[in-house]
């Protein structure tokens, strides 16, 4: 870890010294000795790096976002060129540039907090080994911050440190072991919470990728990393990963509650938020709402599951959403969700082929049957009585016959027949 942060060593002088300008700060109102003023430097420097990620925040955003969306057509490149590994990543790269997809942004943040990381891991080992380093360069202050305590525990001791190093810095094994303990706690406990959010409530769980059981994998990975790697760490380095994990789910929160992804709860939960406010006003009050019911709008038939019960709980209200993202009074659209809704439940349940095919049995052997009842009857009680001569006049041409019956059904036509010339009898 001592060869990792040497090679950071050029930021150490701007990290050194964002410290120790907010530990004259905080020194006036704790005390410079203090590991209140040390500590608060340590968070304070962490706020600052994080407020200054924030456009890579939103980059990492839009880009897991993209990557969800890409999944299914990226799973049929790997599918379709699965033996040609050459064609595979030439497609995939296509694919990044035609959407704008970057993967490694998803990095981003990660990325360009590794320096600062660094640098403060070697800030702190210097202090602890009573060696000055950036701008912490005379004794007094070097003293100071060796001194520096937080409920017991120098913030250059480690958990795995020796009691005697301890000792060197005027603390007990004990305190230093029971605050790194907690501390790797809550810094594994954050982590694994801000991952499982964005699972459980971030994700669209209309599309089963492969992409969601690395997230799920990682889930578990990353706290279980955090948990093996922190007992090297110094006290000050795990107030600062604690610090940037309580920043991070803070700063997920947010997004997750005002720009959900659509498909996700989350969506469907801010859309029954927005609906209620809409609602109970009228109209959408602010231009961010507005915007979020112009996209819904724009989207037509193309909308999700939340999107399309958003507008329909609109329509139920009497209110219409319009193109540019407002809303106006509107009773056709109420009558529209309530004869639709009603459509919906008088619609007769499927019947089985069985069915089916006896109704249609039954409709063809009603057609069959001639309209004339008495006709009907006559030739059957002449054909079932035995001994009785069958009567061979000729009947009224609009009286069909029941071999006329017959025919038909052989795919002869139904109906009268015209006569046969007498030339032709």
Same mark, same amino acid.
């Given at each position: #870890?001592?060869?990792?942060?040497?090679?950071?060593?050029?930021? /150490?002088? $701007?990290?050194?010294?964002?410290?120790?300008?907010?530990?004259?700060?905080?020194?006036?109102?704790?005390?410079?000795?203090?590991?209140?003023?040390?500590?608060?430097?340590?968070?304070?420097?962490?706020?600052?790096?994080?407020?200054?990620?924030? $456009?890579?925040?939103?980059?990492?955003?839009?880009?897991?976002?993209?990557?969800?969306?890409?999944?299914?057509? *990226?799973?049929?490149?790997?599918?379709?060129?699965?033996?040609?590994?050459?064609?595979?990543?030439?497609?995939?790269?296509?694919?990044?540039?035609?959407?704008?997809?970057?993967?490694?942004?998803?990095?981003?943040?990660?990325?360009?907090?590794?320096?600062?990381?660094?640098?403060?891991?070697?800030?702190?080992?210097?202090?602890?080994?009573?060696?000055?380093?950036?701008?912490?360069? &005379?004794?007094?202050?070097?003293?100071?911050?060796?001194? !520096?305590?937080?409920?017991?525990?120098?913030?250059?001791?480690?958990? #795995?440190?020796?009691?005697?190093?301890?000792?060197?810095?005027?603390?007990?094994?004990?305190?230093?072991?029971?605050?790194?303990?907690? *501390?790797?706690?809550?810094?594994?406990?954050?982590?694994?919470?801000?991952?499982?959010?964005?699972?459980?409530?971030?994700?669209?769980?209309?599309?089963?990728?492969?992409?969601?059981?690395?997230?799920? *994998?990682?889930?578990?990975?990353?706290?279980?990393?955090?948990?093996?790697?922190?007992?090297?760490? $110094?006290?000050?380095?795990?107030?600062?990963?604690?610090? /940037?994990?309580?920043?991070?789910?803070?700063?997920?929160?947010?997004?997750?509650?005002?720009? $959900?992804?659509?498909?996700?709860?989350?969506?469907?939960?801010?859309?029954?938020?927005?609906?209620?406010?809409?609602? !109970?006003?009228?109209?959408?009050?602010? =231009?961010?709402?507005? /915007?979020?019911?112009?996209?819904?709008?724009?989207?037509?038939?193309?909308?999700?599951?939340?999107? =399309?019960?958003?507008?329909?709980?609109?329509?139920?209200?009497?209110?219409? !959403?319009?193109?540019?993202?407002?809303?106006?009074?509107?009773?056709? !659209?109420?009558?529209?969700?309530?004869?639709?809704?009603?459509?919906?439940?008088?619609?007769?349940?499927?019947?089985?082929?069985?069915? =089916?095919?006896?109704?249609?049995?039954?409709?063809?052997? @009603?057609?069959?049957?001639?309209?004339?009842?008495?006709?009907?009857?006559?030739?059957? @009680? /002449?054909?079932?009585?035995?001994?009785?001569?069958? &009567?061979?006049?000729?009947?009224?041409?609009?009286?069909?016959?029941?071999?006329?019956?017959?025919?038909?059904?052989?795919?002869?036509?139904?109906?009268?027949?015209?006569? @046969?010339?007498?030339?032709?009898?």
């Amino acid at each position: #870890m001592d060869t990792i942060a040497s090679l950071f060593s050029f930021i /150490t002088t $701007p990290v050194s010294w964002v410290i120790v300008q907010f530990h004259s700060l905080y020194g006036m109102i704790f005390g410079p000795d203090t590991g209140w003023a040390w500590g608060l430097s340590i968070v304070s420097l962490v706020v600052l790096i994080r407020i200054c990620l924030i $456009p890579l925040f939103v980059k990492q955003i839009k880009s897991t976002r993209n990557m969800q969306v890409l999944q299914p057509k *990226m799973k049929a490149i790997q599918e379709r060129y699965k033996n040609d590994k050459q064609r595979q990543s030439e497609e995939m790269m296509k694919l990044y540039k035609e959407t704008g997809t970057n993967p490694l942004s998803s990095c981003l943040p990660i990325l360009a907090q590794s320096p600062f990381f660094f640098a403060l891991y070697h800030v702190l080992s210097s202090i602890a080994s009573g060696k000055t380093v950036g701008v912490i360069d &005379d004794q007094r202050l070097l003293d100071s911050a060796r001194q !520096a305590h937080i409920f017991g525990a120098p913030l250059a001791a480690k958990f #795995m440190d020796s009691t005697e190093k301890v000792a060197s810095l005027n603390a007990s094994l004990t305190d230093v072991r029971v605050v790194t303990a907690i *501390m790797i706690v809550l810094m594994s406990a954050s982590q694994f919470y801000t991952q499982r959010q964005l699972m459980t409530k971030n994700v669209d769980l209309t599309v089963k990728t492969p992409y969601m059981q690395q997230q799920k *994998m990682l889930m578990y990975i990353f706290p279980l990393i955090f948990a093996v790697t922190g007992v090297n760490f $110094p006290v000050g380095v795990l107030v600062y990963w604690l610090t /940037t994990n309580v920043w991070t789910m803070g700063q997920q929160m947010y997004v997750i509650n005002q720009n $959900p992804t659509p498909g996700s709860k989350a969506q469907d939960q801010y859309l029954q938020r927005l609906l209620k406010n809409i609602t !109970a006003h009228s109209e959408v009050r602010s =231009r961010r709402k507005r /915007t979020i019911v112009q996209a819904i709008v724009a989207k037509g038939p193309d909308r999700n599951d939340n999107e =399309r019960k958003f507008v329909t709980s609109l329509a139920k209200a009497g209110l219409a !959403a319009q193109p540019d993202g407002t809303v106006i009074k509107s009773d056709t !659209a109420a009558a529209e969700a309530e004869s639709g809704g009603a459509a919906r439940r008088h619609q007769p349940k499927r019947q089985t082929k069985a069915k =089916r095919q006896a109704a249609a049995q039954s409709g063809t052997d @009603k057609q069959e049957q001639p309209k004339d009842s008495e006709a009907a009857d006559t030739p059957a @009680k /002449t054909s079932l009585q035995k001994g009785e001569p069958q &009567d061979t006049t000729s009947k009224p041409s609009g009286t069909p016959a029941a071999g006329s019956a017959r025919q038909a059904k052989s795919g002869q036509r139904k109906g009268q027949q015209r006569p @046969k010339h007498p030339s032709k009898k």
